[in-house]
C-alpha cells in the first residue's frame, strides 16, 4: 500500500511537468540547482507543485514568475540514489522565482531572484514587499533600448589624469 502513494506523487509531478512551458521548466531546474547548492540543505528535496506561474512577453524578452514548492526526500544530497522517497512529515519549503530571458534561439537569463523559505529577520508583509520590488526589478531588465550593463564593465574605461 506504501507503492499507491508515491505513484500519485510522481504522477501528479508528472502531469505538472506536462502543462508547463520550456522557460518554466529551466526555472523550476534552475531553483532546485540552487536550493540543492546551499550549505544548509543536506537532503535531496523533490517537486512538489508549481503554483502562481506568471509569463509574460515583450519586445525586451520573457518574463517568468512562479512558486516551487518542494518535498524533502529520504536521499541524501552527497549521495543520489535512483529512488527517493517523498518524507511527507518534513519540510516542505516553498521557493519564489522570477526570471528574465532574452529573446535569442536559445533564451539567455537576463536577471534573476529566487526566494526559498523565511528571512527570519523580516515580517512576512517585508518579505512580501521585497519579493515584490525584486521581482518588477527582474521584468524590467533588458527594457528602455540601452544595452545591457553588466558590473565592472566600465571598471577601467578611464584613467587617473597623468
Given at each position: 500500500?506504501?507503492?499507491?502513494?508515491?505513484?500519485?506523487?510522481?504522477?501528479?509531478?508528472?502531469?505538472?511537468?506536462?502543462?508547463?512551458?520550456?522557460?518554466?521548466?529551466?526555472?523550476?531546474?534552475?531553483?532546485?540547482?540552487?536550493?540543492?547548492?546551499?550549505?544548509?540543505?543536506h537532503?535531496?528535496?523533490?517537486?512538489?507543485?508549481?503554483?502562481?506561474?506568471?509569463?509574460?512577453?515583450?519586445?525586451?524578452?520573457?518574463?517568468?514568475?512562479?512558486?516551487?514548492g518542494?518535498?524533502?526526500?529520504?536521499?541524501?544530497?552527497?549521495?543520489?540514489?535512483?529512488?527517493?522517497?517523498?518524507?511527507?512529515?518534513?519540510r516542505?519549503?516553498?521557493?519564489?522565482?522570477?526570471?528574465?530571458?532574452?529573446?535569442?534561439?536559445?533564451?539567455?537569463?537576463?536577471?534573476?531572484?529566487?526566494?526559498?523559505?523565511?528571512?527570519?529577520?523580516?515580517?512576512?508583509?517585508?518579505?512580501?514587499?521585497?519579493?515584490?520590488?525584486?521581482?518588477?526589478?527582474?521584468?524590467?531588465?533588458?527594457?528602455?533600448?540601452?544595452?545591457?550593463?553588466?558590473?565592472?564593465?566600465?571598471?577601467?574605461?578611464?584613467?587617473?589624469?597623468?
Amino acid at each position: 500500500s506504501l507503492g499507491l502513494p508515491l505513484a500519485l506523487g510522481v504522477a501528479a509531478v508528472a502531469a505538472v511537468a506536462a502543462g508547463q512551458s520550456p522557460l518554466q521548466r529551466r526555472v523550476v531546474r534552475d531553483v532546485l540547482e540552487y536550493f540543492h547548492g546551499r550549505s544548509n540543505v543536506h537532503f535531496l528535496f523533490k517537486e512538489r507543485d508549481v503554483d502562481g506561474v506568471i509569463e509574460r512577453e515583450d519586445a525586451s524578452g520573457t518574463f517568468v514568475q512562479l512558486r516551487l514548492g518542494l518535498a524533502q526526500t529520504t536521499c541524501r544530497k552527497r549521495a543520489p540514489q535512483r529512488h527517493c522517497r517523498v518524507l511527507e512529515s518534513r519540510r516542505k519549503p516553498t521557493c519564489l522565482a522570477c526570471y528574465k530571458f532574452d529573446n535569442s534561439d536559445v533564451p539567455k537569463v537576463l536577471d534573476k531572484y529566487h526566494n526559498c523559505g523565511p528571512s527570519h529577520h523580516l515580517t512576512a508583509k517585508e518579505i512580501r514587499q521585497r519579493d515584490e520590488a525584486e521581482c518588477r526589478a527582474v521584468e524590467e531588465a533588458g527594457k528602455g533600448g540601452d544595452i545591457l550593463y553588466l558590473p565592472g564593465m566600465f571598471a577601467f574605461s578611464r584613467g587617473l589624469p597623468a
